[in-house]
């Protein structure tokens, strides 16, 4: 959302979102006076109106990011279990198994470098959940004080 302030020596444009991702009260503290003193005080309104849908917002947001971290934990237990069993089998055989035996060590190889990228590839998208989760809750906080302020 964007907010058009306009003053007496020209305007601005303040794109909502990004201003508040910085989570500065400073910052927002200087805006509001400058909203107040403007030709276009509604945008202290509009500014309200953003936050508080955001806040609405909060709860779905954190159920979508906590079903995908339950998800993305249970692969992580799976893919785990399937690399110490291939690692188990590898483990059974020397390195320098023939390499026409299907069951060989080459064989099971094959399938730790596979898990392993699995794993590798979920846990980015564990850690990118669970930094999304935080950072909600970080953003909570911060938006019900910029609302006392504004209030």
Not at 13 to 24: A, I, K, N, Q
Request: proline letters at 1%; aromatic letters at 12%.
């Amino acid at each position: 959302m964007d907010l058009e302030i306009r003053y007496e020596g020209g305007s601005m444009t303040v794109h909502l979102e990004e201003f508040l991702s910085c989570r500065s009260i400073t910052k927002v503290r200087k805006l509001l006076k400058v909203i107040r003193i403007s030709f276009t005080p509604k945008c202290e309104q509009q500014m309200k109106e953003f936050i508080l849908n955001w806040l609405e917002q909060f709860e779905q947001k954190q159920l979508e990011n906590e079903r995908y971290i339950t998800g993305y934990e249970e692969n992580v237990k799976f893919y785990q279990k399937q690399l110490d069993n291939a690692l188990y089998n590898r483990n059974q055989y020397k390195k320098s198994t023939p390499l026409n035996k299907s069951d060989g060590w080459e064989h099971y190889n094959t399938y730790v470098k596979q898990f392993r990228q699995e794993m590798r590839e979920i846990k980015a998208l564990l850690r990118s959940r669970q930094s999304d989760f935080d950072k909600n809750i970080r953003n909570k906080e911060f938006y019900k004080k910029v609302l006392q302020i504004i209030t």
